[in-house]
């Protein structure tokens, strides 16, 4: 009867022991996933920030183009207004 319950008791142990096991495998592969998951949103935000403030210089160009092509054309407009009038 002795022998009966040492035997149960390791065979609990070893399946407390299995059990830990797979529990700190599932851990870790959830602190793994979640590393990553973390990490490529870390990424996927910085990209679109980038390339929303890459957008925005470009629309800055343009505009600067052409408020300054506009400058150009009102100046020209004036001198040829005042060679007219001579």
Same mark, same amino acid.
Request: hydrophobic share 40%; aromatic share 6%.
């Given at each position: 009867m002795a022998l009966i319950s040492h035997c149960a008791n390791i065979d609990l142990i070893n399946r407390k022991e299995k059990m830990e096991d *797979? /529990?700190?495998?599932?851990?870790t592969i959830g602190y793994a996933l979640g590393i990553a998951i973390v990490g490529i949103m870390a990424y996927l935000g910085i990209k679109g920030t980038n390339e929303a403030i890459d957008y925005q =210089? @470009? #629309?800055? %160009? @343009?505009?600067? @183009?052409? *408020?300054? =092509?506009? #400058? /150009?054309?009102?100046?020209? @407009?004036?001198?040829? *207004?005042?060679?007219? #009038? %001579?």
């Amino acid at each position: 009867m002795a022998l009966i319950s040492h035997c149960a008791n390791i065979d609990l142990i070893n399946r407390k022991e299995k059990m830990e096991d *797979s /529990i700190l495998k599932l851990i870790t592969i959830g602190y793994a996933l979640g590393i990553a998951i973390v990490g490529i949103m870390a990424y996927l935000g910085i990209k679109g920030t980038n390339e929303a403030i890459d957008y925005q =210089n @470009e #629309k800055y %160009i @343009e505009e600067r @183009e052409k *408020s300054r =092509n506009f #400058k /150009i054309v009102d100046k020209l @407009e004036k001198r040829i *207004s005042t060679l007219e #009038k %001579i």
